[in-house]
């Protein structure tokens, strides 16, 4: 009967094992590719809560490719770099800030190409308290150690009821 029963526990462990691998496959990991997304996600937002400043303004527009395509829900499409930021200037820049929901944040590898990442985002117009929420999701291209976009989608925008207080 134990003889019967080792071929068995080797097709549930092999089952399992398979199992295990797809769920991996489809959750995201902290690895050292996430952490690099994190780190561009948040260098990028710093220098566009700052965009008022011209030397951040700047530093906002290189995270861009020239032929950049972004997407909203409330705004509709921009093509290329140039309209992206001349829309950040006037509609962001000294307006509001973004905050990360770092919880939220995940980070997908594009193979041959760079990576994808999604998350929430939320919309702060007083250093107080943040009203509104979004969610977002940024293809990354990579060349050599550069990192630009070359995609980003800002959707899902609603009002946080009641608002909720910003980050210390």
Known sequence: MKLRALPMIGCLLTTLASATSVVAADAPSP?????????????MFDSFNHCDDPAQFAKHAAFFAKDVEFYHDLG???WGADAVMDSTRKNVCGKFRRELDVASFRVWPIPGYGAMVMGTHRFCHTPTTC???GEFTTVWKQTGDEWVVTRALSYAHRSIE???PAKK
Not at 31 to 43: C, E, G, N, P, R
């Open 76 to 78: 509709g499409v921009l």
């Open 31 to 43: 690895d050292a590719l996430y952490q690099k997304m994190l780190a561009l996600d948040t260098a």
């Open 131 to 133: 009203e509104g929420v």
């Open 162 to 164: 009641p608002p909720t």
